[in-house]
């Protein structure tokens, strides 16, 4: 099946900070999706691309389609406290539009 | 709406025993999934479903049958849990044709 690069695997950083992760694929895909995991919770939509290039934000966080459609990179600036979870990127495929996640960034905010 | 849900929140099984994972929705979503998380590792997708009596498997689904009679629900059943069955399961939903899912808030079940 299809396999998402996610990287960095964890992340420490200072409040106020930014962030930026990506992901890569081999394959072509047409949508990405970003989801980000609290502690004891299920994913939740951050952000969800559908064309190449494309550029969208959400409050601090900003994410990108690469121009290729192999990759995509989510940006959170000025961090806080809140932040913290684990972040996954996501690609939509077949016709039941499945997911297939990368293996997530640890992100942790140090006051 | 109360979105996803999912019941139990938390499951202790012995080897060889059988038992049902609960997910339930409000949101008239056609599409539902099931998905494993592991340590370490993203969600894995178990089996899914674009619509009451429609099933299909995905990347990982030995051990796992599932069936949807209703819109709203889609159960999960385990017929011989295994110790490699110990994981974190989350149900998703979505609206037919999009690939924005929504996810309840799992049920963590230990196999020994």
């Known amino acids: 099946g299809q396999q998402l690069n996610q990287s960095p695997q964890s992340m420490f950083i200072q409040e106020g900070e930014d962030v930026s992760m990506n992901c890569t694929s081999s394959s072509i895909f047409n949508t990405w999706l970003w989801y980000k995991q609290e502690p004891g919770e299920g994913p939740v939509l951050l952000i969800a691309l559908y064309k190449a290039g494309e550029l969208t934000s959400n409050g601090r966080l900003t994410a990108q389609f690469g121009i290729t459609r192999k990759d995509s990179f989510l940006n959170i600036s000025a961090s806080i406290p809140s932040d913290v979870g684990i972040y996954f990127c996501?690609?939509?495929?077949?016709?039941?539009?499945?997911?297939?996640f990368g293996s997530g960034t640890q992100l942790t905010v140090l006051p | 709406n109360a979105g996803v849900t999912q019941t139990p929140k938390f499951q202790v099984l012995k080897t060889g025993q059988s038992m049902t994972l609960q997910c339930a929705q409000d949101?008239?979503?056609?599409?539902m999934s099931w998905y494993r998380q592991d340590p370490g590792m993203g969600l894995r997708l178990i089996h899914y479903s674009v619509g009451a009596g429609i099933t299909d498997q995905g990347e990982v689904p030995n051990g796992y049958n599932v069936s949807r009679s209703t819109t709203e629900d889609f159960p999960l059943r385990l017929l011989s849990a295994a110790p490699s069955q110990t994981s974190v399961y989350f149900c998703a939903s979505s609206y037919g044709g999009e690939s924005e899912q929504y996810f309840g808030p799992g049920t963590r079940l230990t196999v020994t």
């Open positions: 949101m008239n979503h056609e599409y």
């Open positions: 996501a690609i939509s495929s077949g016709s039941a539009r499945q997911l297939t």
